[in-house]
């Protein structure tokens, strides 16, 4: 079995559900309260353990209870936690999340030791990404890093996939893309880095265009409901299935790391996206982020 690296956040999700989401000094009373593993880093690495995928997770968290329970529960999911990193002086981090009735979120993160994950911790760990087959990569870990993984890893000869989220404002550093096979943003995402209002397919079209231009030939921008864009060396548009969303919070994880898992299996690039489409529906008729996250056998 190919193996999976991924490299990335870890936080603990602290999620409120009201009936919306409350406008800026107002106080919403009568939500419901819970409290799961998240982080966009956790998140795919634990879709693509449980869709099937053999997984090793890089993060680095506090030597507080969040972090040692996060560790816990990774090695229940069977993801290979030995290079885990541990920051004794810092707090592992935290995501307060607010989910409305229809299913749409607002969240804030302290990123605490996601952001203490720097360029020299992954260049010791060089070792690690050779031996994997397809590096994860997401974006609440610095920016440096991030650029450290994928030169590490492109230059031998590793499959890299980038979920730019949360997307960069000052966009990627000159010749980043370059180092990254396939791209994963979601609308808005894929909006930021392009600079093209995406709205329609139209507009997806032509910011996955401009996200080539840039580098990285081959482009999938997630649509929500109605599923995913592919830009290769044509368009092709994949269907999501039709669920009612009771919460997206690890929609586009559980899509991330079920595509890995997919290309893990050489599925063709459509093929995978499909596959991730059914994983990511399912995901978003449950609560949380980790506790949404469906099984292998749950893909039809």
Known sequence: MRRILVIGSSNTDMVIKSDRLPKPGETLLGGKFMMNPGGKGANQAVAASRLGGNVTFVCKVGRDTFGKKARELFKEEGIDVSHILEDPEGNSGVALINVDSKGEN???VAESTNDALTSKDIESLTEVIKASDILVLQLEIPMESVVKAAEIAHAHGKKVILNPAPAPSQGFPAGFLS???????????????SGIEVQSLEE?????????????????????????????????????????????????????????????????????????????????????????????????
């Open 204 to 300: 997806a079209e032509r910011a996955a265009k401009k996200i080539q231009e840039a580098g990285c030939k081959k482009v999938i921008v997630t649509l929500g409901s109605r599923g995913a864009m592919i830009a290769n060396h044509e368009i092709t548009v994949v269907p999501s299935d039709k669920v009612e969303a009771v919460d997206t919070t690890a929609a586009g994880d559980t899509f991330c790391g079920a595509l890995a898992v997919a290309l893990s299996e050489n599925m063709s690039l459509e093929e995978g996206t499909r596959f991730a489409c059914h994983a990511s529906a399912i995901s978003v008729t449950r609560m949380g982020a980790q506790s949404s996250i469906p099984y292998r056998y749950e893909i039809k």
């Open 179 to 193: 180092n990254i096979d396939l791209i994963v943003p979601n609308e808005t995402e894929a909006s930021i880095i």
């Open 106 to 108: 607002c969240i804030v």
